[in-house]
C-alpha cells in the first residue's frame, strides 16, 4: 500500500490564522518597501514567520560536515545512525551547530526586519519570531525548540520571544498520526507575547478544518507532503541515517510488525556458502575407481586436500567454505534418483544438495533468543540491529557460543558489522552452525532504532 499526502502549510494559511487571532500584516505595503519589515503585527506584538520548507539533510555541505563528524566517534560501521545522544558533550555541541545552520539564518534575518519594524510601530511592545517547521523532518519538535531557543539566546537581543510550530505526519499506510504542537519560549520576561493564547487557538482550530479536509478527501493541486520518512545519505561508502521517530504504539492492524520497506532487492536468500565435499581416503578410493581417472582431482587424493583447503581458505564472513561429508553409496543412490549423469561434477552438486537440506533445517527451527529461553550447550547466535524502516540499513553480527557450567560462557565472534537483515543473518549463522557440527541457531533483534 502506499502512504497518501497532504498539503504543505502556506503563507495564506498563517495569515488566516493570524487574522483569526485578531492580527494583520504589519505592513500592508511589503511588497513595495525597501527595508524588510516583519510579517504580521498582532495586537501588540510583532510577529515574524520563518517556514523551515526545505529538509537540512538534502545538503550536500551539511551531510559532509555530520558524516566527518560521526566517523570520529563511530568507526568499522557499513551503516551509522545520527543518533546524537552517541555523541561525547563536544560532538552534541558540533552536531547542533550543523543542523542549526537553517535556524540561524532564519534567527538572523527576522532579527533585522523585527528591528526595523519596531522603529515603524512604536507602540508595540514585543518582538515574536515564529518558526513553522514545514519541511524540516529530520528536526522533531522537541528539537527544533532547543535549537531555536539556543539560536535566538545566543545570538540576539532583538527577539523577545519564540513560537514554534509545525504539522507532523506520521504513517505506517494503514493507521495515521498527525501532531500540531504550537509552543512559547520567552526569551525577554519583561516583554511578553500576551496574545499567544489567541494565537494558539486560532492554530487549533485551523489544524481541525485542515484535518476534516483530509479525513472528507477534498484535495488541492499542492498534495505533495508524504508522513516523515528515515532520511539518510551515504558519505565515502557508509550510509548515514536518521530514522524517523516510532509511532509509540504497536498496530493493531499488522500484526507481525509495522511493514519496512526492502531497498535491497534481496527476494530469495543469497548463498551463504561455497561447498564442498568432504571426503575421507578410503571413499576417495571408490569414487577415484568409478571414475577411472576421468577428473583430475580424482588422481591423487593429496591433490584433493589442497583443493579443499584452497576451497577453505577462498571463504569469507559472508560465504564461507563448508565441508560436507559425502559417502559413495549416498552419492550413487541420489544419483540414480535424481536422473544425474555419472561425472564428477554430480559429487559437488550431490555435496550441495546435502548442504542445502541441512541449512534448510536449522534454520527453520531457528528460534528467538529471550530473558526465558532455555540455551543449549551449544548454539550460534545471530543478531541482529533494526535501524529505521529499510531493511537494507539492519546491521548484523553472529557469535557461536558455548556454555560453561559454572562459568561465564565462551563467546567466539566469526561475523561483526555486517550489512544484512535478520533473515539473511540466520541463514547464515546456519551455514556457521553446519560448520561446526552445531544443531541449534538463535536469533535476536536489537531495536534501539527499530521503527514500531
Known sequence: MDHFKIRPLSEVDIDGIIIAAGGSHAHPDADRRDKPGSDYLLNETLIELKSLDDEGLSKTQRQAK???????????????????????????????????????VAAAKARK???????????????????????????DHETLKRMVAHRVRNDTTKIDGIVVAGCYFYSDTFDSCFLWPMDYIPI???????????????????????????????????????????????????????????????????????????????????????????????????????????????????????????????????????????????????????????????????????????????????????????????????????????CANDISHIVVIRQIPGADPDIREVVTNVRIFLEHAVALASAYAIADGIESVLWQKDLTYAWV
Not at 526586519?113 to 514545514?134: G, T
Open 66 to 104: 555530520l558524516a566527518t563528524l560521526f566517523s570520529k566517534y563511530v568507526q568499522d560501521r557499513p551503516v551509522v545512525v545520527l543518533d546524537r545522544e552517541m555523541l561525547p558533550s563536544e560532538g552534541q555541541r558540533h552536531y547542533d551547530l550543523i543542523l542549526e545552520t537553517p535556524i540561524k
Open 113 to 139: 526586519q523585527l528591528k526595523q519594524s519596531q522603529s515603524e510601530h512604536p507602540s508595540a511592545n514585543a518582538s515574536v519570531l515564529l518558526v513553522i517547521n514545514n519541511g524540516y523532518t529530520a528536526l
Open 188 to 390: 525577554n520576561l519583561d516583554r511578553p507575547f500576551r496574545s499567544f493564547g489567541k494565537l494558539k487557538e486560532a492554530w487549533d482550530d485551523f489544524a481541525e478544518t485542515f484535518m476534516t479536509d483530509v479525513v472528507q478527501g477534498r484535495t488541492t493541486p499542492e498534495i505533495i507532503k508524504g508522513p516523515v520518512v528515515d532520511t539518510q545519505f551515504d558519505y565515502d561508502g557508509v550510509t548515514f541515517v536518521k530514522p524517523a521517530p516510532p509511532m509509540g504504539i504497536s498496530s493493531d492492524f499488522f500484526e507481525k510488525g509495522r511493514p519496512r520497506h526492502n531497498s535491497t532487492g534481496i527476494t530469495k536468500c543469497p548463498p551463504v556458502a561455497i561447498v564442498f565435499p568432504e571426503i575421507s581416503l578410503r571413499e576417495w578410493s571408490r569414487f577415484s575407481e568409478a571414475f577411472d581417472g576421468s577428473e583430475p582431482l580424482f588422481d591423487d587424493y593429496n591433490h584433493w586436500q589442497q583443493e579443499r583447503a584452497t576451497a577453505v581458505a577462498t571463504g569469507d564472513v559472508l560465504k564461507l567454505c563448508v565441508p560436507v561429508t559425502v559417502s559413495f553409496k549416498s552419492w550413487e543412490e541420489w544419483r540414480k534418483s535424481n536422473d544425474e549423469r555419472m561425472e564428477p561434477s554430480s559429487v559437488f552438486r550431490y555435496s550441495a544438495a546435502l548442504f542445502n537440506t541441512q541449512v534448510r533445517g536449522i534454520a527453520t527451527l531457528a528460534r528467538e533468543r529471550t530473558s526465558h529461553s532455555i540455551l543449549p550447550a551449544r548454539y550460534v547466535l545471530a543478531v541482529t540491529e533494526e535501524i529505521g524502516q529499510d
